[in-house]
């Protein structure tokens, strides 16, 4: 064919200096997350110790009443079990995603219906209503990983609910290519300049008063990236909080 111009042929060695800038970088952000994840969990780690030492030195220094003991050793079991739930969390962030290579085709129902046996009890104390907007589609992604989402995105709403009586709604648009799944809360919300915040490990955007540990939305991240989707939270700050999600199909 006349007037046509060969394809150049691909460069090798361009290549291969794309793809290893491209690891470097990942490396890099790798190295940066594990940074800020050891300072967040040694600064954490050090409060529940506080608490044990203190009331541990006052028992040793103190001939005290049966009742101030009694008191103490309250204050240092409860730090202690705080450093155990620390600690089981940080464990389970470590492993998230360990198990993405069994991703498969399922229906999002099977994951959403494990999370809600699990969190049965909470619910029915709450007195919550949870209802899903539409049928729930197909997504690609490994069933107990994505149920281990839900739970915990679920296991937020729970936490910080407001005064009104909870509801939390469940939705997925399917696109050609991802499923964009919603957890709807009517709950306290969260202040829009911090709602990238909340999915750092140990941030926390409430009061200490609600139990908690600020790795539930981490681990949902890490989850939801090694089954190749995202995540993010969206909140006017006074109506609640919807975080959303999103799987391949």
């Known amino acids: 064919m006349s007037g046509s111009s060969p ?22 952000q790798s190295a940066e997350q594990l940074q800020r994840f050891l300072y967040a969990a040694g600064h954490d780690l050090q409060e529940p110790l506080r608490g044990i030492i203190t009331y541990a030195q006052l028992l040793e220094r103190q001939s005290a009443s ?74 690609i992604g490994d069933e107990n990983e994505v149920s281990q989402v839900f739970q915990h995105i679920l296991g937020n709403s729970l936490k910080f609910r407001s005064a009104e009586p909870l509801e939390i709604l469940i939705g997925a648009e399917k696109g050609s290519d991802e499923c964009r799944i919603s957890v709807r809360d009517n709950g306290l919300g969260i202040d829009p300049r911090f709602c990238e915040q909340a999915i750092l490990p140990f941030k926390r955007l409430h009061s200490s008063e609600v139990a908690g540990n600020g790795l539930g939305l981490a681990i949902c991240d890490k989850l939801v990236r090694a089954n190749q989707g995202r995540l993010w939270v969206e909140s006017d700050g006074s109506r609640g909080t919807t975080v959303f999600f999103t799987l391949p199909v």
């Open 7 to 28: 394809i150049p042929a691909p460069d090798p060695l361009a290549e291969a200096l794309l793809e290893n800038q491209q690891l470097r970088q990942q490396l890099s």
């Open 66 to 139: 049966e009742s101030t003991n009694r008191e103490y050793t309250t204050f240092i079991l409860s730090s202690a079990l705080r450093m155990r739930e620390l600690l089981q969390q940080i464990l389970v962030y470590s492993r998230a995603g360990a198990a993405a290579k069994q991703r498969k085709v399922i229906n999002l129902n099977v994951p959403l219906q494990m999370a809600l046996m699990n969190l049965a009890p909470q619910i029915t104390a709450s007195g919550a209503k949870v209802s899903r907007g539409s049928p729930l589609p197909d997504v």
